[in-house]
């Protein structure tokens, strides 16, 4: 069985995330992809204001990254933070499991290690942009998330998501 490691990022491992989100836009959503989100030197400069504090502006101060790593290969990475956005209490700012990482429980191991951040806070609301057409949103639905609007889907219970997010690891 592989070694699977969730921790929190630190500065040294942004290039690394950098590099997931790019292949991970380029294997799955090339088609809403910008040129300057492909940039790695943006990208990075761009995770460093992130975790500076200094974007987005509905952002609170406490932010966390964690990032999966299979046998020590970086191969996922969840971003969020408290957040003001539709009344939510948080927000994830960008969530990326690389496809061949894809739909081995990554995916869920990373949300349910960012509840659990989000318990330090007493967090009960949370949403997640995306562009309308990708197909990634079904895993937010698959875990109760509600649409907000057509861009945007959340939680008002994260007691319930942490429990569908359980009772999935069973099935």
Not at 33 to 43: F, I, M
Not at 49 to 73: C, H
Not at 143 to 154: A, L, M, P, R
Request: some cysteine; hydrophobic content about 40%.
């Amino acid at each position: 069985m592989a070694t699977v490691e969730i921790r929190t990022a630190q500065e040294r491992d942004l290039p690394q995330i950098a590099a997931i989100e790019i292949a991970s836009k380029i294997a799955s959503v090339a088609q809403w992809t910008e040129p300057h989100e492909l940039d790695a030197g943006l990208r990075l400069e761009s995770w460093k204001a992130y975790l500076d504090g200094q974007r987005p502006q509905s952002a609170k101060p406490q932010r966390i990254i964690l990032i999966s790593l299979v046998e020590e290969q970086y191969v996922g990475y969840l971003a969020g933070h408290l957040s003001t956005r539709f009344s939510m209490d948080a927000e994830i700012q960008s969530f990326y499991v690389l496809k061949d990482f894809q739909r081995r429980g990554l995916g869920r191991a990373l949300l349910s290690s960012f509840l659990t951040w989000l318990d330090n806070y007493q967090a009960s609301g949370l949403c997640v942009g995306f562009h309308p057409q990708n197909p990634y949103k079904a895993f937010y639905l698959r875990f109760g998330g509600t649409y907000i609007n057509e861009h945007w889907i959340g939680w008002t219970d994260l007691e319930k998501l942490r429990e569908k997010l359980q009772a999935s690891r069973l099935l």
